[in-house]
């Protein structure tokens, strides 16, 4: 093994997005026992703004359904700290072979003071909703740049170990997530300038659509080839 360090710390950043996934699962899973929970007519009086009284509310809504909610809330939230820490550990080490792993660490250090920071802001309600928005921005843009050096590190491997076939998969993978990077662009462009036409909301919403389906291909693509790294690097 020429680089027992990438292999390593690819491994554990593999296991934190699969870890990433499973906690996504258990979200959308909250989200359905929040809804099982909750009576159909209660859904619709609250649609239709109808005022609605605790013991109404208390009536039309599954106890169990509100706890497995919790459970299910508890449990993905500790999914994705054990998967930020394997992520932050598995960079580092693998920085020990290549340096585009290491400034992904840097960066992913970076989102983790984005995060408390904006945090700590919110609960003092300094600044409203702009601190959580230009956050959620930020760690956006943070996490891409992480994805592109992560699979520029494992493409400089690639290279050292003659593999051109993984080579020229993480540049089709950098490509799709620039085509992620460039409908958000254009998103963003047509909200700040057209935002007021029916046309451009209509537009915002079908590149929108198109921005999440390229992002979710991206990320699948992102994880598939971390496990094609392990791989290689095994041998």
Same mark, same amino acid.
């Given at each position: 093994?020429?680089?027992?360090?990438?292999?390593?710390?690819?491994?554990?950043?593999?296991?934190?997005?699969?870890?990433?996934?499973?906690?996504?699962?258990?979200?959308?899973?909250?989200?359905?026992?929040?809804?099982?929970?909750?009576?159909?007519?209660?859904?619709?009086?609250?649609?239709?703004?109808?005022?609605?009284?605790?013991?109404?509310?208390?009536?039309?809504?599954?106890?169990?359904?509100?706890?497995?909610?919790?459970?299910?809330?508890?449990?993905?939230?500790?999914?994705?700290?054990?998967?930020?820490?394997?992520?932050?550990?598995?960079?580092?080490?693998?920085?020990?072979?290549?340096?585009?792993? #290491?400034?992904?660490?840097? +960066?992913?250090?970076?989102?983790? =003071?984005?995060? %408390?920071?904006? $945090? /700590?802001? !919110?609960?003092? @309600?300094?600044?409203?909703?702009?601190?959580?928005?230009?956050?959620?921005?930020?760690?956006?843009?943070?996490?891409?740049?992480?994805?592109?050096?992560?699979?520029?590190?494992?493409?400089?491997?690639?290279?050292?170990?003659?593999?051109?076939?993984?080579? #020229?998969?993480?540049?089709? +993978?950098?490509?799709?997530?620039? =085509?992620?990077? %460039?409908?958000? $662009? /254009?998103? !963003?462009?047509? @909200?700040?300038?057209?935002?007021?036409?029916?046309?451009?909301?209509?537009?915002?919403?079908?590149?929108?659509?198109?921005?999440?389906?390229?992002?979710?291909?991206?990320?699948?693509?992102?994880?598939?080839?971390?496990?094609?790294?392990?791989?290689?690097?095994?041998?």
């Amino acid at each position: 093994m020429r680089f027992p360090n990438a292999f390593k710390g690819i491994s554990k950043v593999f296991a934190a997005e699969i870890l990433k996934l499973i906690a996504t699962g258990l979200i959308i899973a909250t989200g359905v026992a929040g809804v099982v929970s909750v009576s159909p007519e209660l859904i619709e009086k609250a649609a239709e703004g109808a005022q609605i009284s605790g013991d109404v509310a208390a009536s039309n809504v599954n106890l169990g359904g509100i706890i497995a909610m919790g459970i299910l809330g508890v449990g993905a939230m500790i999914l994705y700290i054990i998967a930020y820490i394997m992520n932050l550990v598995g960079l580092r080490q693998a920085s020990k072979d290549e340096d585009a792993f #290491g400034s992904a660490f840097g +960066i992913s250090i970076a989102v983790l =003071i984005i995060s %408390i920071a904006t $945090a /700590v802001l !919110t609960a003092s @309600s300094i600044g409203g909703n702009i601190p959580d928005e230009i956050a959620s921005t930020a760690r956006t843009v943070c996490e891409i740049i992480v994805m592109i050096l992560v699979v520029t590190g494992i493409m400089n491997l690639s290279d050292r170990l003659n593999n051109e076939r993984m080579s #020229g998969l993480g540049r089709a +993978i950098i490509v799709i997530i620039a =085509i992620f990077v %460039i409908g958000a $662009a /254009v998103v !963003t462009f047509i @909200s700040i300038f057209f935002g007021g036409y029916g046309w451009a909301q209509r537009v915002d919403g079908i590149i929108d659509i198109v921005r999440g389906v390229v992002l979710f291909i991206g990320y699948i693509a992102y994880i598939i080839y971390l496990g094609k790294a392990k791989k290689m690097l095994r041998a």
